[in-house]
């Protein structure tokens, strides 16, 4: 079963997918937000795409637990996203997932306009495999 991983942004939606056995998690690429209907649609369209059965969403908690205005937008997308298409869509904590994937571009050696341009995308992956090794 492929599950479809979304680090949502203001700006930027960073997209992941896992293999069919669900094992590992793939980036695919960055989306530039056209707005919450646009970004919606667009993301359905990926979800049939990539044959996708399930979706996670990176929750951007505080580091105590709490959620704050940021939390509270990606909720509504959820929701937005659970009326547009008809898969289970979940949240999964993502604390953390950008630091990890800053680093993980660092090591790569990847200069800072280039991590810029995929930060949103590795994050994604952060999360989807963060969520597949919980699984597994």
Not at 2 to 10: E, F, R, S
């Amino acid at each position: 079963m492929k599950i479809m991983g979304l680090d949502v942004g203001d700006v930027r939606t960073g997209v992941a997918v896992s293999d069919a056995l669900g094992w590992t998690a793939q980036g695919k690429e960055v989306i530039k937000s056209k707005g919450l209907e646009e970004d919606i649609e667009y993301i359905a369209s990926l979800v049939e795409k990539y044959n996708v059965e399930k979706v996670v969403v990176g929750l951007p908690k505080n580091m105590n637990g709490s959620l704050g205005p940021r939390a509270e937008k990606v909720l509504n997308f959820v929701e937005n996203l659970k009326d547009r298409i008809d898969l289970p869509v979940i949240t999964w904590d993502e604390r953390l997932s950008t630091v990890a994937a800053e680093r993980t571009l660092i090591q790569a050696d990847l200069s800072r306009k280039k991590r810029k341009e995929v930060i949103d995308k590795m994050a994604a992956v952060v999360i989807l495999q963060n969520y597949l090794d919980s699984i597994s």
